[in-house]
């Protein structure tokens, strides 16, 4: 069983643990880089759709790119998903299990095992560069990110649990990477007081990175072990859904 997960905007600097491997694309997120490096600040922010603050933070982490400290990407990201998944407090053989069957989606790098070495940076979806022959960096990414997914999940069991997000579906050719694997796909409702379920963003976001942590911990290789997820009052609710997308729900 092969898990996605979206990376996130917000990062941290550095870390204590050290990376073990490189991205498969790293040759591609150096050029991609350089080319933002040369941008100016106003540019930047224009493209990143961010402060001019945010964006000279960025011009100068894509100047220093190819020397700064490299984190395990899994350590990296500090959004919603990484504060509940608390990658710093996995054990290495957690870890280990992790680099055997967690990608983690992200429009600089494409795909990145956990502990392969990451720099900080910002980078957006529709981004187009010369290196991408002016295509949007999804579009650039399809093909190549698509064979990859696809080959490692078959290498497994050609089963894909999907806790990233829609935005990050265009990087891939979604319909064939449903059509060709089982993907499972868990959605997390809060129960309104009217009775209707609603899917609410930072739990959403907050479950992927739990549930990431709790595959992690129990190793789960099998989607209908996934049903014994449960966290801040979210749990499996049998009666809704299907196979293919596990509904959880925290109740009022």
Known sequence: MQILLANAKIMHE????????????????????AEMA??????????????????ATNQQRFQQFPFAEKMPALLAYNGQAYKHLRADTLSDDELAFAQQHLWITCFLYGLLRPMDGVAPYRMEHHIA?????????????????????IESVRADDEVLVHLSTAEYEQLFDWQRVCRELQVVHPL???????????????????????????ILE?????????????????????????????HFVREI
């Not at 129990?218 to 596990?246: K, N, S, V």
């Open 38 to 55: 040369r941008m100016d600040t106003d540019e930047l922010a224009a493209s990143l759709g961010c402060s001019p603050k945010i964006a």
């Open 218 to 246: 129990h190793r789960i290789c099998q989607p209908t072990d996934l049903q014994g997820f449960a966290y801040e009052g979210f749990c499996y609710a049998p009666q809704l859904g299907e196979a293919a997308f596990p």
């Open 188 to 214: 997390f409702y809060v129960r309104q007081p009217n009775g209707r379920l609603k899917v609410q963003a930072v739990w959403a976001k907050t479950c992927r990175g739990a549930m990431v942590r709790y």
């Open 14 to 33: 550095h870390t204590d643990r050290q990376p073990t491997s490189v991205p498969r694309f790293q040759s591609i997120s150096n050029m991609f880089a």
């Open 129 to 149: 560069l010369e290196a991408t022959d002016d295509r949007p960096l999804h579009q650039f990414w399809r093909d190549k990110l698509t064979d990859v997914l």
